[in-house]
């Protein structure tokens, strides 16, 4: 039996405790820990399951109480051990990454001591003991795994006196998925009918797309990344993308948001719903179109793990750095060196950067994508004339450890990169869903823990506690939908990690963190932007949000998912 288990807790933020210079007010939002939100999958196999084979006789019947007397295997029962008292009770949570945590409830009150074995399916094994006299023990195991995938946990109590074994098993999946590259492929684009109808998606309407099962992603993916595009909007809206259509079309957040006439992308990472679709939904109040690239995708196996870097940027043609100094034309391309620099090992297989582009003389797009490769039919950054626009990307790295970034425009434009992680074989640090995206923080709203709704201020940082005060964080990456609204000015966003323990802030000791070149967003006066940032936390799980702009914006930021190594 499978259930799912969901536990929403509402953001804390801290009292504020005045103002620390250079800082927004000190009260980051979402402590004590941000993945208490992030639910699990629970497991049970009930004591009816329990199969008992009698030493004496060699029979194998059920557990007293059992219904149809069905073995854990599927085997048809025997009665000749119904005299037994001897049942199991297993129920296994999935909260970590890699681990499980299981309830063993072992339940005999005629048996003489009892010797239990917990084989976790992979080779290794846990034992205890229970006195004789009888006895309900109830007890707590934690198991980590190696290597993600389903496994079989079979736990024996034996009865040493006459050979009578009791057993119940349950069967199980790691929460955690790996990484692997996908060559970039139009999923979805609603103005072709590739993926879905040749129809623009209605108002307050949503779109299924089939994802697990197509385009080479396979069957057993539980996660994907996908750059969302909405074009030829004639009213100003919001897209939404979730594994089921009610939690897309209840969605509290957003992912892309738009006005009228803009072509607007994002990088979104999201759970895919268990029968291999995520939802699309149109927030706003006019039809639009929406396109969905694929790059990537993540399943329970191994494959490639994250490896969190700090925000570094490689490529500038407006200073000749990681390039030649100048605009890439119009139809044309510059390779980047990205494997073996800023970080990122030479066996990579992916990277994940920030691009940007600013300074073009018309509009057009950016692409993305591994040398050695055609230039696909995708994009991942659309602009106008003169504007600077930023999107998120993953992107596989070619055999000779470059990607390419394509100028589709017809007229010159200058490219920004900046890296932010990478995928690795050699990484076991895998991604953990959340499955639906929570708001860690809205300025636009007071908090009950203090914080007085205000915009983040001009040319400072916020701080945000995202686990407890910890001098060992357990998340090694955050997944986090970022997006400024009711902007006052011209600015951009930048996500780096906090360098102070969350104690620092709290006894002033915190010392401010080195104003960060790199760039998550961008935005003009009046406008709603979002991206995606993909950061470590510090080395006391927090985070630092900067407005880098010379005005007030209020920020929002979502929970999408985390990387963990446990």
Known sequence: ??????????????????????????????????????????????????VVTKGAQGAQGAA????????AQGTQGKQGAQDSSTSIYLTAHTDGARSVELRTHVIDFDAPALDVTVSWGDGTTDTYSLPAGGASDARDLKHKYAVLGTYDVRVTAKNAADGTEAVNEL???????????????????????????????????????????????????????LNVTVTNATGAGHVSVQSTKDRAEGAETSNVNFAAGQTVPNLVIEAIGEDGYIHLFNGGWEAVDIIADVTGYFAPAHANGWGALNPTRVVDTREGLGAA????????????????????????????????????????????????????????????????????????????????????????????????GYYTPESRSALVAHGIPYRLLDTRKDSWGGWKAGPLKARTHFPMRLEGDTTTPDVDGWVLNTTVTDTRGNGFLSV?????????YANGTAVTPQRPVSSVLNWTKGATVANVAQTPGGKGGMIDLWNQGWEDTHLLVDLLAYYQTD
């Open 1 to 50: 039996m499978r259930n799912r288990r969901l536990v929403i807790s509402a953001a804390l933020v801290a009292a504020g405790m005045g103002l620390v210079p250079g800082i927004a007010q000190a009260a980051p939002g979402a402590g004590p820990d941000a993945t208490l939100g992030t639910g699990g999958t629970t497991y049970s196999s009930p004591a009816e399951r329990t």
């Open 64 to 71: 007293p109480g059992a219904k149809g007397a069905q073995g």
């Open 171 to 225: 069967k199980f999946t790691t929460r955690g998925a790996e990484f692997t590259a996908h060559e970039p492929t139009r999923l979805l684009d609603t103005r072709t009918g590739t993926g879905a109808a040749k129809a623009q998606v209605g108002p307050r309407s949503s779109v299924a797309l089939k994802v697990a099962g197509a385009a080479k992603v396979p069957a057993g993916a539980t996660a994907v990344a």
């Open 325 to 420: 100094k100048g605009q890439v034309p119009g139809q044309g391309a510059v390779g980047v060196e990205i494997a073996g620099r800023a970080g990122v090992p030479k066996g990579a297989t992916a990277v994940a950067v920030n691009l940007t582009a600013t300074n073009p003389r018309s509009a057009g797009h950016l692409t993305a994508y591994p040398s050695g490769k055609a230039a696909p039919a995708t994009s991942n950054v659309n602009f106008t004339a003169g504007q600077t626009v930023a999107n998120s990307a993953v992107v596989p790295i070619g055999p000779d450890g470059k990607i390419n970034v394509r100028n589709g425009g017809w007229d010159p434009a200058d490219v920004v990169v900046d890296v932010v």
């Open 496 to 504: 780096t990690p906090d360098p102070n323990f969350w104690s620092d």
